[in-house]
Structure formats: structure tokens, C-alpha cells
């Protein structure tokens, strides 16, 4: 099986190795030359540039190179709608119509405005709602909406907050930021602490993709896919208690809040092993004190 892998950032710097070293034939694609250092079997371009005579050998195709967060789609709005939406449904178009696309969508299209303390529904892949907040949202929504009626064997995976160590770290994310904060400033800072998120730790998103890539029968359009459901401030308690640092409230502000129903996928592909929070944060710890100590 020849797989296409789409981006060579945060998430794809840490699926690569994993799906190597599952006996999988992986190419990477990547605009950016200086994330495909040292990778064989990479087309250094823009996956829009991909003709269908470059997709015709894939039989899987996995896409995370959208805009990947709302601050960068804020700054960038027609990139945003262009990138996660136009191209990637004009892309879709044009692989082997059996091959299958598998790509990153978003949990926060289930987002509402926190309000005090009321602890949001967990939404299954049904219950979208159709009133985004902003461009990143907007985008998503849209082509998990064109995808199923313009494209074939494409499946959107509406990820969690995608959270962990990977060789291309993304240091702004709750759970990475909280961590480092920790380990360099001997505190975590915590705001809006009865909001809530679905975290998506990256060893899970690997048992899952792995899994899809595995089966044969046809894939949903849509799978809620992460790891938990928890509140801000929760979160924020069990990351300082492993650390054995004080929590520092900054209050609450107006924000979003979104929790997940993943019964789906897991029936799919099996439940990812339990790991604790605890356990998560050791190994996050592992990867980057060296560094951090160096930095110092």
C-alpha cells in the first residue's frame, strides 16, 4: 500500500515515522524544504500542484496541511478558505477516484461561547452547528459539507485539540503550552477554566489513522476523533500537580467551549489505549527538558 502523506508539520512529522514503521510505503508532501530535511521520498512542492498523473500510484492519501488554527486563519481569511476548502476539494477531484482521502477537519466546529459554568453537550458527527465564529471554522464546515457530494472516498476526521511531542513541536497548544510553562516558569497559568475542549494526543490520532488506513469497507464522511473531554481548569490542576507547581488564574474572558462524542470511531477502529494525563505529561517532559535545558 502506497501512501501519500500531505504536510510535514506538526502532525505530520509525527505520523510519518509511525506509519514507516507499520511496513507502509510513505511519500511526503511539502511546500516547505526546510521540514523535509533528511526525509527520503518527498515532493518538495504545494499539493495543489499535484497532477492527477503524480496522485495515479497512491491508494491512501492523508492531509494535514490546512491553515491548522483560527489565529492563522484570522490573519490570512481568503488563504484559510482557498487552502482548507477550495483547493483541498479541487485536489480530491483529481486523485484516483477509489483512492482514499483522509483529512483534517476540526472538533471546534461544535464550539459555543462558554458561559459561567455550564458544561457543553458532547456533540456527535450529526450535530454540527451551522454558525461558525470565525474563518478556520467557516472552512471546515464548508468542505466536510462539499466533500460528501462533490468527491469520492474522502473522509474528514474532525480532530480534537491535537496536543503531544513531535519533532515539529507547536508550543502554543493547551496541553503543550501549560507543560512547558511548568517545566520553564515553575507554574501553569489557567484562564477561563470552566471552558472545556476534546484534547486529541497525537499517539492517538496514529492508532486511529493507522487503523483506518487498514480497513476495507467504506469509511463514514465525518468521525469525531479524540481523546477526552475535559474543562480548562481540570487540565490546567492535573498538569501542575505532575509538575508539583502552583496553578496561577488569570480569570475567564469570552471564549469558545466544544466537547466530542467519539463512540463512532472507536467502534470503527477500536478505542486507543488508556493512558493518564499523568503518564502523558512524563513523556512530553522526557522529550523536551534536554532542550529546554540547553535553551537555558
Known amino acids: 500500500m502506497k501512501i501519500l502523506l500531505i504536510g510535514h508539520g506538526y502532525v505530520g512529522a509525527y505520523l510519518r515515522p509511525v506509519l514507516i514503521r507499520s511496513g507502509l510505503d510513505v511519500v511526503v508532501c511539502d511546500q516547505n524544504v526546510e521540514r523535509l530535511a533528511g526525509v527520503e521520498n518527498a515532493m ?40 482548507n ?11 484516483p477516484i477509489n483512492a482514499r482521502l483522509i483529512y483534517a477537519s476540526t472538533a471546534s466546529v461544535y464550539s ?6 455550564a458544561v457543553p453537550p458532547a456533540l456527535d458527527e450529526s450535530e454540527t452547528r451551522l454558525d461558525p465564529m470565525n474563518p478556520y471554522d467557516c472552512s471546515k464546515i464548508s468542505i466536510d459539507a462539499l466533500a460528501r457530494c462533490f468527491a469520492n472516498a474522502i473522509t474528514g476526521l474532525r480532530l480534537g485539540t491535537v496536543c503531544g ?26 484562564s477561563n477554566r470552566h471552558s472545556h475542549r476534546n484534547l486529541l ?3 492517538d490520532l496514529a492508532h486511529y489513522v493507522l487503523k ?5 469497507a467504506d469509511l463514514p464522511p465525518i468521525l469525531n476523533t479524540g481523546s477526552l473531554n475535559i474543562s480548562i481548569g481540570e487540565l490546567a490542576d492535573r498538569i501542575a500537580a505532575f509538575h508539583g507547581v502552583p496553578v496561577v488564574d488569570k480569570g475567564n474572558s469570552t471564549t469558545y ?8 470511531i472507536q467502534s470503527l477502529c477500536g478505542a486507543a489505549p488508556e493512558i493518564s494525563i499523568a503518564e502523558r505529561c512524563a513523556r512530553f517532559r522526557e522529550a523536551y527538558r534536554p532542550l529546554l535545558k540547553a535553551a537555558s
Not at 511531542?165 to 510553562?181: C, D, G, Y
Request: aromatic share 10%; hydrophobic share 45%; net charge negative.
Open 112 to 117: 459555543v461561547l462558554s458561559d459561567g459554568e
Open 44 to 83: 518538495r512542492c504545494r499539493y495543489q500542484e499535484l497532477t492527477i498523473a503524480d496522485l495515479a500510484d497512491f491508494s491512501v492519501i492523508l492531509w494535514f496541511a490546512g491553515h491548522s488554527s483560527v489565529p492563522m486563519s484570522l490573519r490570512d481569511p481568503d488563504g484559510a478558505l482557498a487552502n
Open 165 to 190: 511531542a513531535s519533532p515539529q513541536l507547536r508550543a502554543e497548544l493547551v496541553f503543550n503550552a501549560m507543560n512547558l510553562a511548568a517545566m520553564r516558569d515553575g507554574y501553569v497559568q489557567v
Open 201 to 203: 494526543f497525537l499517539e
Open 212 to 216: 483506518l488506513v487498514e480497513l476495507n
Open 257 to 264: 467551549s466544544f466537547r466530542m462524542n467519539c463512540n463512532k
Open 85 to 95: 476548502c477550495l483547493d483541498l476539494l479541487h485536489f480530491a477531484r483529481r486523485k
